[in-house]
């Protein structure tokens, strides 16, 4: 397909965005000023992946429903994201910590939000930075969602680099470091990434039952003077569970793979 089909196709797609009821071939024709044929031939291409549909009695075409499955991941991101900005603020107000927020996609954590105050790490991650699931509180706390044999999948051992000596390299090891964090709520960094460094994440659920994010927060070991880890993991799971709950979910078992 040219660019300029492209181009034309999109132009459809957004003329039919504003007419819900939808249009006929000759109206659309008529409005992006293309002749019938053309017009016919991308519809045909569009219809046949389910991005529009096709009524008989009117004889129109309208969106179809492929848009809410490429849309969704989007929607619920942007969802989340607003019903987790009070909860993430005051978490980072309990720890003094930068907190974070993130969900797996293409096997790896992709972070969507981040609260903070001023502090030393600053510039522990951004928004929209990847990082691996093995080694990190927050991947972890996102595989609690999947079955062991999921994870086989997901995890590329080939692909489990070590950052430090404290880094799991092998996948059996991690499940079972994912078994003991779905038990006890919380998963943990425990300097598997950089050095200095500690987490504490946990999963947030969905109407579903199903794991669809983690949030965590992380501290500089050499600016507090005493272990924080279960005080931060109690804060945090409480953090995880009222953002489930505003996402649907009711306290029941988690549906694991």
């Not at 000023?33 to 009695?57: A, F």
């Not at 989340?80 to 790896?108: H, P």
């Not at 272990?227 to 694991?256: F, K, W």
Request: with cysteine; hydrophobic share 35%; proline share 2%.
């Amino acid at each position: 397909m040219s660019v300029q089909s492209i181009d034309r196709t999109f132009d459809i797609l957004e003329l039919l965005s504003h007419f819900e009821s939808g249009l006929s071939l000759t109206e659309i024709s008529e409005k992006i000023d293309l002749p019938k044929s053309t017009v016919h031939r991308l519809l045909k291409v569009l219809r046949d992946r389910n991005y529009i549909e096709k009524s008989e009695s009117p004889n129109v075409y309208r969106l179809g429903l492929a848009f809410i499955e490429l849309c969704s991941g989007l929607l619920n991101s942007l969802e989340l994201k607003t019903e987790a900005q009070v909860y993430l603020r005051k978490l980072m107000q309990q720890t003094g910590q930068v907190v974070f927020l993130a969900i797996q996609q293409d096997g790896e954590v992709v972070y969507i939000d981040k609260t903070e105050k001023h502090n030393e790490i600053r510039d522990y991650c951004f928004i929209g930075q990847r990082r691996p699931l093995y080694c990190t509180a927050l991947g972890k706390s996102l595989l609690t969602g999947c079955s062991d044999d999921e994870i086989r999948e997901i995890v590329d051992p080939a692909a489990m680099s070590r950052f430090t000596d404290n880094t799991i390299t092998d996948v059996e090891s991690l499940i079972r470091e994912i078994h003991i964090s779905r038990e006890r709520g919380y998963s943990i960094d425990n300097e598997e990434v950089e050095l200095g460094m500690k987490c504490v994440s946990a999963p947030i659920l969905d109407y579903r039952n199903m794991v669809i994010a983690a949030v965590s927060t992380s501290w500089d070991l050499s600016y507090t003077e005493a272990d924080v880890t279960e005080r931060n993991a109690r804060l945090v799971m409480e953090t995880a569970r009222s953002i489930s709950l505003r996402m649907g979910y009711r306290g029941r078992t988690p549906v694991y793979g």
